[in-house]
C-alpha cells in the first residue's frame, strides 16, 4: 500500500512538474519584457522627457527587470555591489514556486511607471498583459507571489534611485553669458538650455562625470583658414549641397523628443522618442531576431541603458564646460541671416554631440554582448512615418546616427568624432567593471 501511494506521489509530482515547466515556458517568453520596454517607450514621448532624464527612467527601468529576471537563473550576477551605491535589492523566498520573468517584467514596468506621469497609458496594457501572462497557465499562488517580489525588487531599485540626486538638481537655470563662441538659445522656440546640472547626478560605472573628458575644441576664430572657420564651413556647405540620402539619414536619427512648429502665429509640438529610446528599440528588435531569452534581454537592457545613462553624464559634463555655440548661431550671425538646419537645434551646447556619445556606447555594449557583425533593419522608426534602414553592425548604426548630425546641420564635426571616442570609453569602462556573469 505505501508503495503504490509513493508511486502515485512520484507521478504526481511528475505531471505537476511537467505542467510547471509548460507554463514556465510560455511565461519566459521575452516578448512580455520587449513589450514593456515598447510601453515604457510610449509613456516618456507621452510625457516629453528630456533625453538624459529619459535614460535615467530606462536605466531605473532595467536594473530592476534585470534583477528579478538573474533570480531564476544560474551564472547571472547581480549588479549590488558593482555599480554605485547599489547596496540592496529584495530577494525571493527560499522554498517557494516564483515565474521569474513575471517578476522581472513587473519589476521593469513599476518602476517605469513610478518615474513617469501618464499613469492612465498603462491601464488596457496591464489588462492585456495579465490576461495574456494568465494564459500560460500559471498558477493563481505563483502569479501573485512573482508580482510581489516584482513590486518589491522596483521598491528596491527605486530607493537606490532616491539617492542620485536627480531632485536636488530640479529647478536649476543656466545663465547665458553670451561671451563670443559660447552657446545662446535658438529658434524657434529659444527654450532654456537643457539640465544644466546634469554632471551632479550620480553615474552607475562612471568614478565621475568628467572621467574621459573630451579635448578641448578648436578655438573660436571666424578667421578664414582658421581650424573653427573650417568646421562652421563644412555645416553651411553640407546643408546647401544636401543629398536626399543625406536628408533621409538626418531625418531618421532626429530622435527629438520635444520639436516645435511654427505655423503663422500657431506654435505646437510635435513629439518622438529619444536617442535612448531609439537604442533600446534595437536592442528589442534585435534581441528579437536573434531569438534571445528572458533573462538575455534583460541583459541587453540593462548593459545598454547603463552605458547610455553614463553616456549622457560625461557628455553633459563637456557640454556645459565649453559651453560651445551651435551651427545655427554662429552662420546666423555671421554668414548667412537666412541659413537654416535641416533639423531643429536641440536646446543646450553643442560639444560633444550627446547622440554619437550614447549611440557610440550603446553600439560598444551590444557588440560585447550580440558580436561584432550583427545584420539588422532598425524599424524604430515606423511609427513616426520613416521606412526602416538597414545595417551590417551596431557599430556602423552609431556611426551613421552620429554623422546624422552634421547632415541635419545642428553639430561640427569634431563633436561627433570625438562623441564617438568619448562613447567608447565609457562603455568599455562599464564592460570592465561590471560582469553580468
Not at 18 to 36: G, H, M, T, V, W
Request: glycine share 6%.
Amino acid at each position: 500500500m505505501r508503495k503504490i501511494a509513493f508511486i502515485f506521489a512520484v507521478l504526481l509530482f511528475a505531471a505537476c512538474s511537467s505542467s510547471n515547466k509548460d507554463y514556465q515556458k510560455a511565461a519566459s517568453n521575452p516578448e512580455f519584457l520587449i513589450r514593456a520596454e515598447v510601453m515604457l517607450t510610449e509613456s516618456i514621448i507621452h510625457d516629453i522627457f528630456a533625453p538624459p532624464v529619459s535614460s535615467r527612467i530606462y536605466m531605473y527601468a532595467s536594473i530592476a527587470g534585470y534583477e528579478a529576471a538573474i533570480q531564476g537563473e544560474k551564472g547571472y550576477k547581480s549588479l549590488v555591489g558593482q555599480i554605485n551605491g547599489f547596496e540592496k535589492v529584495a530577494k525571493a523566498e527560499n522554498g517557494k514556486e516564483y515565474c521569474y520573468p513575471l517578476a522581472s517584467t513587473r519589476a521593469f514596468l513599476s518602476v517605469g511607471k513610478k518615474l513617469t506621469f501618464a499613469q492612465e497609458m498603462y491601464e488596457e496594457f496591464d489588462k492585456k498583459l495579465e490576461q495574456d501572462y494568465r494564459a500560460t497557465g500559471i498558477p493563481d499562488d505563483v502569479y501573485e507571489r512573482s508580482i510581489a517580489l516584482g513590486d518589491s525588487i522596483a521598491e528596491s531599485v527605486m530607493k537606490y534611485a532616491s539617492k542620485d540626486n536627480y531632485k536636488q538638481t530640479r529647478g536649476f537655470r543656466y545663465t547665458v553669458t553670451y561671451n563670443p563662441g559660447t552657446w545662446t538659445p535658438t529658434p524657434p522656440a529659444y527654450m532654456d538650455a537643457v539640465e544644466p546640472y546634469w554632471t551632479k547626478i550620480r553615474p552607475v560605472g562612471l568614478d565621475s562625470s568628467a572621467q574621459f573628458q573630451a579635448p578641448v575644441p578648436s578655438k573660436f576664430d571666424l578667421t578664414p583658414g582658421s581650424a573653427y572657420h573650417k568646421e562652421v564651413m563644412e555645416v553651411y556647405n553640407t546643408i546647401n549641397n544636401l543629398t536626399n540620402e543625406q536628408r533621409d539619414i538626418a531625418n531618421f536619427w532626429d530622435c527629438n523628443p520635444f520639436k516645435m512648429n511654427i505655423s503663422g502665429h500657431a506654435m505646437f509640438a510635435t513629439k518622438k522618442m529619444s536617442p535612448g529610446g531609439h537604442w533600446l528599440g534595437i536592442v528589442g528588435q534585435v534581441s528579437r531576431q536573434l531569438k534571445k531569452s528572458h533573462v538575455q534581454v534583460a541583459e541587453a537592457f540593462v548593459m545598454t541603458s547603463m552605458s547610455i545613462f553614463d553616456g549622457f553624464i560625461s557628455c553633459w559634463d563637456e557640454k556645459y564646460r565649453s559651453i560651445r555655440i551651435r551651427p545655427e548661431s554662429v552662420i546666423n550671425n555671421s554668414i548667412d541671416k537666412k541659413w537654416m538646419p535641416i533639423l531643429q537645434t536641440p536646446p543646450f551646447p553643442e560639444y560633444t554631440s550627446g547622440h554619437s556619445t550614447i549611440s557610440s556606447a550603446a553600439a560598444t555594449v551590444l557588440t560585447k554582448l550580440y558580436g561584432d557583425n550583427v545584420a539588422f533593419n532598425d524599424s524604430t522608426e515606423i511609427p513616426y512615418g520613416l521606412p526602416p534602414r538597414k545595417f551590417t553592425s551596431f557599430k556602423q548604426a552609431a556611426e551613421e546616427a552620429s554623422i546624422s548630425r552634421l547632415y541635419g546641420g545642428i553639430h561640427f564635426r569634431p563633436a561627433l568624432d570625438l562623441g564617438l571616442v568619448q562613447g567608447s570609453k565609457v562603455a568599455q569602462h562599464l564592460i570592465a567593471r561590471v560582469k553580468t556573469k
